[in-house]
T-cell receptor
Framework: QQPVQSPQAVILREGEDAVINCSSS?????VHWYRQKHGEAPVFLMI???GGEQKGHEKISASFNEKKQQSSLYLTASQLSYSGTYFC????????????WGAGTKLIIKP | KAGVTQTPRYLIKTRGQQVTLSCSPI?????VSWYQQTPGQGLQFLFE???????NKGNFPGRFSGRQFSNSRSEMNVSTLELGDSALYLC???????????FGQGTRLTVV
């Protein structure tokens, strides 16, 4: 079952904050976050493991709520370079921990 | 450390033909996964190989197949190409399945 990402797209002004959510109908083992810029390969941002651990990467951080089966990605004081499509991936414990992906959230940062 | 290398980068094929795409993972990585990416469809999982064995398979027809060699390099093959197979095909490698994945630049396949 594919994780559900919200919102599908968001447009921000440089300096504004954004939150991208990733929800699963199944119990989560871990959540991966990737960013893909147009015409490029997805790039790893961070991985969160069971335990409610919050990870950080520059001004991008994420939380993992095991109970709610969801993860949120926080982009603080967004920069133009944050533009791209953000994907969350979760491991399907019923299928050999196969990584399955959300449909993506397109983030556009305007000057 | 060299990244994931996919060849070719671009390919144009005719309906009915077959195609083979190649992926060389990062040295030491034993897991290779393949994805199809089309606008609006996101990343659709094709299959995952680990130590030459197919460990997982997505919901794609049998025309899509793959294999992994002893040096962890992987190939995927699509036979009897259809127009709908036009997509960006990405491969990703990781030391083992449940860790960070590193993506290649992809092969953009156009079927005409």
């Amino acid at each position: 079952q594919q994780p559900v990402q919200s919102p599908q797209a968001v447009i921000l002004r440089e300096g504004e904050d954004a939150v991208i959510n990733c929800s699963s109908s199944k119990a989560l083992y871990s959540v991966h976050w990737y960013r893909q810029k147009h015409g490029e390969a997805p790039v790893f941002l961070m991985i969160l493991l069971k335990g409610g651990e919050q990870k950080g990467h520059e001004k991008i951080s994420a939380s993992f709520n095991e109970k709610k089966q969801q993860s949120s990605l926080y982009l603080t004081a967004s920069q133009l370079s944050y533009s791209g499509t953000y994907f969350c991936g979760t491991h399907d414990m019923d299928s050999n921990y196969q990584l399955i992906w959300g449909a993506g959230t397109k983030l556009i940062i305007k000057p | 450390k060299a990244g994931v290398t996919q060849t070719p980068r671009y390919l144009i094929k005719t309906r009915g033909q077959q195609v083979t795409l190649s992926c060389s993972p990062i040295s030491g990585h034993r897991s290779v996964s393949w994805y199809q990416q089309t606008p609006g469809q996101g990343l659709q999982f094709l299959f995952e190989y680990f130590s030459e064995t197919q460990r997982n398979k997505g919901n794609f027809p049998g025309r899509f197949s793959g294999r992994q060699f002893s040096n962890s390099r992987s190939e995927m093959n699509v036979s009897t190409l259809e127009l709908g197979d036009s997509a960006l095909y990405l491969c990703a490698s990781s030391p083992q399945g449940a860790t960070e994945a590193f993506f290649g630049q992809g092969t953009r396949l156009t079927v005409v």
